[in-house]
């Protein structure tokens, strides 16, 4: 069975700080690139960001960077997503999915999680 399953998400306040996981099953993620995307309700899905097979790979999106960090760890199978200073606009569901190497575009992924709800209000 393949699957990815994200977790940590819920309700912050502003400013506060959440960290996202992703765990897979049935395939390893050491050989691939890892994404996370965000899809707020009424708005297409946008990349976040992707960390390739190595750590020193890693992308954001303007909207996030300096605030937002991925990280993997390959022996556990999983990948995270540590939301620091968060806004009202990062309300999102977010979802994690892997692919060959990393692209801002969702039809390149191969496997998807469920996703997981990211609330930021007071």
């Known amino acids: 069975q393949v699957r990815l399953v994200e977790s940590g998400g819920g309700l912050v306040q502003p400013g506060g700080s959440l960290r996202l996981s992703c765990a897979a099953s049935?395939?390893?993620?050491?050989?691939?690139?890892i994404s996370w995307f965000r899809q707020a309700p009424g708005k297409e899905r946008e990349g976040v960001s992707c960390?390739?097979?190595?750590?020193?790979?890693?992308y954001y999106a303007d909207s996030v960077k300096g605030r937002f960090t991925i990280s993997r760890d390959n022996a556990k199978n999983m990948a995270y997503l540590q939301m620091n200073n968060l806004k009202p606009e990062d309300t999102a569901v977010y979802y994690c999915?892997?692919?060959?190497?990393?692209?801002?575009?969702?039809?390149?992924?191969?496997?998807w999680g469920k996703g997981t709800l990211v609330s930021v209000s007071s």
């Open positions: 960390i390739g097979t190595s750590d020193s790979n890693t």
């Open positions: 999915a892997s692919a060959d190497r990393c692209s801002g575009y969702a039809s390149g992924m191969n496997y």
């Open positions: 049935g395939f390893p993620l050491e050989y691939y690139a």
